[in-house]
């Protein structure tokens, strides 16, 4: 079995796999906990809205230059790119979650005289957890999304690298065993996140 | 916590202004201490004279303004063709059972290729001017348009088009004057995300295969090591992100007063 572009097929879907993986896990968690946050306090808010505002209209496969000018073209900078890609969805979804909580559930925690952290554990996270999983699926897509691309514009592994070494030999067979490839491990890690929402939300089921 | 939620207008203004104030010290501070050299990060200030510098001045062979034009007409062009094909498509998706099977799995095998997967391709067939990142906007309007259509199509109170069945309305009249109006809402948020994913994938289409171009502008700016022209593109392209996306939110404004008349 000889390899393409300096890995095998399989080590080119771990690589990009793998740097998916991180910066998904890394950046969703962080932005599911920014984002309930913003939607438990308003202060926050009012304090990250802001910021937030300003650099969401940029796409995240437009923080690739910038990104290989801060880091190069190695897993950093496509780790920080994912980052951004997962980040925002994470966010919009969690706290727009939190805010779908409807009233008297909170005052009825509330009156009950409910600990801030089971306040937190009981009602606001079960309670936004549909539309962080909506947030998840979509942070995972755009991670994806960017990654390929990243690998595109710079690598040396990973299936983007393939998708640009076939382009440059103008070899077709090999596109579209790269496209092929892209497809297959996007569907196969959407699948798993869609085990985990049902594991996570049993009663949804 | 639950309670004390709402924030009186001098306390919104405070800390937004303090989250402001915070994005744009932190960011002025490591410029001034030097953690980050120069090159790498330049002041907030000094990217905003870049931008409206390259404005007038061009960079790699283009002024700002004609690297947007060149950017805009290809996103207009990719647009339009997912939008003259995906709602044809999924109106006569949503009309007949054939149609819908004969589509549907040829379809749903494309969409889980990324939109960006399909640059090798599109500069191999079409090039680098228009006609390759043309495929590649393409690629990633084209799904929202034909499931959104679909979607607001199958929807249809059956009533509807039994009634103009039976006056003797044909395939092509069902589609344009019953499906098409009562699918109109669900087919512009479709033209919503898909303009989103469409602009998108023109970015990483430029940054990989153009000749001009916003994108392009910033991989040119990356491989002088100048950060400032790349942050510069950022601007652009979020304004022109947010530009598009008002304009289609005005559209929907438009098209749900239209239906109440």
Request: aromatic share 10%.
């Amino acid at each position: 079995m000889q390899g393409y572009g300096n890995g095998k097929l399989y080590q080119h879907v771990l690589q990009s796999m793998m740097l998916v993986t991180t910066g998904f896990l890394v950046s969703s968690s962080l932005g599911i906990l920014l984002g309930i946050l913003m939607g438990a306090n308003k202060k926050i808010e009012a304090f990250v809205n802001p910021i937030f505002l300003t650099l969401r209209p940029i796409p995240p496969l437009a923080w690739i230059p910038l990104a290989i000018v801060w880091l190069g073209l190695g897993n950093s900078a496509k780790v920080m790119v994912i980052y951004v890609a997962a980040f925002v969805p994470a966010v919009i979804n969690s706290f727009t979650g939190v805010r779908s909580i409807e009233m008297p559930q909170r005052e009825a925690a509330a009156m009950l005289g409910i600990s801030r952290f089971a306040y937190y554990r009981e009602v606001l996270i079960p309670g936004a957890l549909p539309l962080i999983f909506t947030g998840l699926r979509l942070s995972l897509q755009a991670s994806w999304t960017t990654l390929v691309a990243a690998e595109l514009v710079g690598a040396t592994l990973g299936l983007g690298s393939i998708l640009n070494q076939a382009a440059q030999d103008i070899n077709p067979a090999m596109i579209l065993v790269g496209m092929i490839s892209v497809a297959i491990s996007g569907w196969l890690m959407t699948q798993i996140l869609a085990k985990a929402e049902r594991y996570a939300m049993p009663w949804r089921a | 916590m639950a309670h004390r939620d709402r924030l009186n207008q001098g306390e919104f203004v405070l800390w937004t202004g303090l989250g402001i104030a915070s994005f744009i010290g932190v960011w002025y501070l490591s410029v001034l201490l030097g953690f980050v050299p120069k090159q790498f990060l330049p002041a907030p200030h000094e990217v905003l004279l870049k931008f409206i510098h390259l404005i007038n001045e061009p960079f790699s062979g283009y002024t700002l303004l004609a690297h947007i034009a060149s950017s805009f007409q290809r996103f207009l062009y990719g647009f339009l063709l997912a939008v003259a094909i995906g709602i044809p498509l999924g109106l006569l998706m949503a009309l007949s059972r054939f149609a819908n099977q004969l589509i549907t799995p040829f379809f749903e095998s494309i969409r889980f290729v990324a939109p960006i997967a399909w640059v090798p391709f599109a500069a191999l067939w079409f090039g680098t001017g228009i006609g390759g990142p043309v495929l590649v906007i393409f690629m990633g309007a084209f799904p929202p348009v034909l499931i959104n259509t679909y979607r607001g199509a199958i929807h249809v109170d059956k009533k509807y088009l039994e009634a103009a069945r039976m006056l003797g309305a044909g395939k092509l009249r069902l589609m344009t004057e019953v499906l098409f109006p009562a699918a109109i809402p669900s087919i512009i948020a479709g033209l919503r995300i898909s303009a989103g994913l469409g602009w998108q994938s023109l970015v990483g289409a430029e940054l990989i295969v153009a000749s001009s171009g916003v994108g392009y502008m910033m991989v040119k700016g990356q491989a002088s090591i100048q950060t400032d022209i790349v942050m510069s593109g950022m601007i652009a392209i979020g304004l022109i992100g947010l530009f598009i996306d008002v304009l289609l939110r005005q559209a929907e404004k438009f098209a749900v007063h239209y239906r109440e008349i």
